[in-house]
Nanobody, 117 residues
Framework: EVQLVESGGGLVQYGGSLRLSCAAS????????MSWIRQTPRKELEWLSF????????SYAESVKGRFTISRDNAKNSLYLQINNVNPGDAAVYYC??????????WGHGTQVVVSS
C-alpha cells in the first residue's frame, strides 16, 4: 500500500523558516518524481514544486521561487520542502504527492502550517 506521511508543520513566526518532510512507503521511491502542493484556507490548491526521481532536477511555482527548496533522500525514502522567510500567504495545508507522468496519483494527508505575526 502506498503511503505518504507529511510532518514538520505547525506554528511558525512571520519571517521564520521550517522544513517539511514526507516519509514514503509501499513503492519504490526512487522510481518516481514527487511534488509538493498546498491548500490555502480558502481551499485553493496551489502546486509548489517538483523534483525528479534522481533528485537532480527541480522546478518551482513563481510565487515561491527563491524561498522554497525541494529535496529528497532516496536512501531514506524521504522528500523535503525547506521554506524560508515565511509570510502569511504560506499558511496552508501542505501535501506531498507522487507523480505518475504528470498526474498526481497519490497524496498524503497533509501537514498544516500556521503563520503568526
Amino acid at each position: 500500500e502506498v503511503q505518504l506521511v507529511e510532518s514538520g508543520g505547525g506554528l511558525v513566526q512571520y519571517g521564520g523558516s521550517l522544513r517539511l518532510s514526507c516519509a514514503a512507503s509501499g513503492f519504490t521511491f526512487d522510481d518516481y518524481a514527487m511534488s509538493w502542493i498546498r491548500q490555502t484556507p480558502r481551499k485553493e490548491l496551489e502546486w509548489l514544486s517538483f523534483i525528479n526521481s534522481d533528485g537532480d532536477r527541480s522546478s518551482y511555482a513563481e510565487s515561491v521561487k527563491g524561498r522554497f527548496t525541494i529535496s529528497r533522500d532516496n536512501a531514506k525514502n524521504s522528500l523535503y520542502l525547506q521554506i524560508n522567510n515565511v509570510n502569511p500567504g504560506d499558511a496552508a495545508v501542505y501535501y506531498c504527492t507522487r507523480m505518475q507522468g504528470w498526474a498526481l496519483d497519490y497524496w498524503g494527508h497533509g501537514t498544516q502550517v500556521v503563520v503568526s505575526s
